[in-house]
């Protein structure tokens, strides 16, 4: 893909940099990043990714914009109030970049579409909000062998990995079984600060476009907890589980199914 002098003005401040350069450039606007979730955690991951430059954008969501969204879900604005946020994310995203293709899925994700919906993604960003979506988006980047990079956000805390099928754990060997649904409050039940999400998102945004092109050091195996309170960040190290059996090398074995009886959120609802 070669770039248009547009672009060469646009993406100025990128091309500068060594480690980025025309090339890494050209590979983000041939990049496929596909997003779950257009909330708190989607808002700046989607608009720092498609302000980069990622060529095609892919959003799931099922929900529709509430006003309750608007403390923490900058991606949206009161006059979308009642439109459906993948609707709404798309217009925020082609206002801010026309070089973006933006490809929604309003809907659920499931046993019967995660497998056609994540084919062909180079990256997932995983801004999910409750245990059944987690694992299902685990077990079928698995077995497709595709990266991702895991946010969560609680009260005033917030998570960032990134799962690499290929070179390192995953969201089962860090979780094999799902806590109890009492251990897990929503946002509506425990809160969360506002700012928060932009915190985490902007790390996940980075760390995608880290494996898009090549540099630095991902959060293979690596979990950041950020405690706002006490602005903090704390390093814990992440093993592959040998008792895991949903693994890269076992992909043929792996069925897509879905954890029952579980609906509420992993964390807070982003």
Known sequence: MAITDAQLERYARHIILDEVGEEGQEALLAARVLVVGAGGLGAPVLQYLAAAGVGTIGIVDMDEVDESNLQRQVLHNIDRIGDRKVDSAKKTLTALNPDVNVVTYDTRLAADNIMSILEGYDVVIDGADNFPSRYLLNDASVKLGIPVVHGSIFRFEGQITVFDPRNGPTYRDMLP??????????????????VLPGIVGSVQALEAIKLILGVGEPLRGRLIAFDALEMSFREFKLRVDPGNEVTWEKRDRIE??????????ALAKP
């Open 177 to 194: 079984e799902p806590p109890p649904a009492e251990l897990a409050p929503s946002c509506a039940e425990a809160g969360v600060l506002g």
């Open 256 to 265: 897509i199914t879905e954890l029952e009886g579980l609906c509420s959120p």
